[in-house]
């Protein structure tokens, strides 16, 4: 019988990219079986929910191990996991190229902003700040940049006027929650591909990133 294809999740918080992408591989969105949620934090709330869920889980505390360490754990534990994939969903760590490079083309991360615009941290008091009209989330294939790998696909959102970053926030992740699953799913079918540094789609090469946000309302 052949392995099933698998996911492995790494996280630093609540865990609501996680969730959506468990609860849709669990419900068929996802053709792949949740292999190893893990966290660089004990007490991360994602990890006790996906305790709860009977995932299996470990945790790389970096305190006291220093990054290279740290990340030769972690790459151990993805070697022994072995999954088909590794989705980062708000690990608030930057990955080393040692980590990334085996995993070139099979690891992808979220980020809530519309990249290229506010990569790092702190993205929606920024996009306030600067006055934008329209916010969101991009899928993106991790490379060694800070969130600048090959970019898949981004939902907009609309802001809001007298928006803080906590409304703000609060409606991107809800988008994040559709966006993710999506995007996974069409990746583990093989819709969407990493090629030589870019991303296929179906049979070309994308230009730009799809913009999901039409597929996902609703
Ligand atoms: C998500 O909004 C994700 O896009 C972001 O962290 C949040 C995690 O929320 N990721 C980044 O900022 C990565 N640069 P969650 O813990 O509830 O899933």
Known sequence: MS????LAILLSGQGSTMRALVEACRD?????????????????????????????TATVDYRGL????AEERLAALLDDASPTWIALAGFMRILGSDLVRPWLGRMVN????????????????????????EHGSTVHFVDESLDGGPRIAYVR???HPGDDPERLAERTKA???KLYPWVCDRLARGILQWSHGSVRYRDGIL????????????
């Open 175 to 177: 988008a994040e929650q």
């Open 110 to 133: 979220i980020h809530p902003s519309l990249l290229p615009r506010y990569p790092g941290v702190d993205t929606y008091r920024r996009a306030l700040a600067a006055g934008e009209r």
């Open 207 to 218: 230009e730009e990133p799809l913009d999901a946000t039409a597929f996902l309302d609703g």
């Open 28 to 56: 068929g969105r996802i053709p792949l079986t949740p292999a190893l949620v893990l966290s660089d934090r004990e007490e991360a709330p994602g990890l006790a929910w996906a305790r709860t869920a009977g995932l299996r």
């Open 157 to 159: 959102v609309p802001v």
């Open 3 to 6: 392995t099933p294809s698998s």
């Open 66 to 69: 220093g990054r290279r360490r």
